[in-house]
């Protein structure tokens, strides 16, 4: 539901939240996603200070690792930090605390996924989305030298 | 010929070929500041389109077009956010060349451009007078925008 484009419902758009699964308690919450283009550079809220929103999601799966949580934005943004296109995010398991992002031309579909190989570290991201097709990415670490 | 009258013919030369540049230059702004928020399709249209998509493109997109297992939404933030910024010649070469998922680009451009309109109408982008184009260049001169821009000072 929107007015001439802008959410009709109070924000955040999209969370990840963390839960105790013994206790059934919230750990943690964030909003996931950088606010859309549309919120950010609108006319009606021009002056105001707009915390991160997070995005209305579709299926965009997390990738857990032993100190991570791991995932991509559903949106193509544009902002003064990146060009078009979506941020894959990483966040501190235990508190939430975003702790590190890559650039991808276009949002995640699925869920990302990460392996080893001679002691390097992969994580692999599907992306679609609008005009972009399909494609896998993966990322990964300069080796020592490089 | 006398000098007076050469002179004349010149200004008579220059006159006709500023008129169609000032025609030009006059014209130029209406077309770049097209936008879907403009009117670009009609009821009508959007009505054909409606049992076209129904047929060749809810079974994955969703009868709300609300996007199913594996086809993404027709509506929404994401929907909106992804095409934000583009122009619906990008949106409608992108159905031309993989849609439909079993045999891309066997519907015409007609259909195309018909089930186009149904997607901007479910998406509430206000109805107009002409129908949508079903060429590429000239959907390319209509901006996709997610928002409303705000009226013109």
């Known amino acids: ?146 | 010929m006398n000098v007076k009258m050469r002179n004349a013919a010149a200004i008579l030369v220059l006159a006709a070929m500023a008129c169609p540049l000032g025609l030009l230059r006059a014209q130029a702004p209406a077309v770049e500041s097209r936008s879907v928020w403009d009117g670009v399709y009609t009821e009508d249209q959007a009505k054909r389109g409606e049992p076209i998509y129904r047929k060749e493109c809810a079974a994955c997109h969703g009868d709300m077009l609300t996007g199913g297992e594996s086809a993404p939404p027709l509506t929404g933030g994401a929907f909106l956010a992804n095409w934000n910024g583009l122009t619906m010649g990008d949106l409608f070469d992108r159905i031309r060349k993989t849609m439909p998922q079993s045999v891309p680009g066997r519907l015409t451009r007609q259909q195309d451009a018909d089930i186009l309109a149904f997607v901007l109408r479910v998406n509430k982008f206000p109805v107009g007078k002409t129908e949508l184009y079903r060429q590429s260049e000239m959907l390319r001169e209509i901006r996709f925008e997610a928002t409303k821009p705000a009226p013109k000072k």
Do not use: C
């Open chain 1, 1 to 146: 539901m929107n007015i001439d484009g802008l959410p009709l419902v109070k924000p955040p758009y999209g969370t990840i939240t963390a839960i105790n699964l013994d206790k059934g308690e919230f750990v943690w919450q964030i909003a996931h996603g950088e606010t859309p283009d549309v919120v950010r550079n609108n006319e009606a809220l021009k002056g105001l200070n707009i915390p991160p929103t997070g995005q209305e999601t579709y299926n965009i799966g997390t990738l857990v690792t032993k100190t991570l949580v791991i995932a991509g934005e559903g949106h193509v943004t544009t902002t003064a930090d990146h060009p078009r296109g979506a941020m894959l995010r990483a966040y501190d398991k235990m508190t939430g605390k975003e702790v590190g992002a890559v650039y991808m031309p276009a949002p995640q579909t699925g869920s990302p996924m990460t392996y080893l190989v001679n002691g390097k570290q992969y994580i692999v991201v599907a992306v679609s989305g609008g005009p972009y097709s399909g494609e896998y990415i993966a990322y990964t670490l300069p080796s020592a030298g490089e």
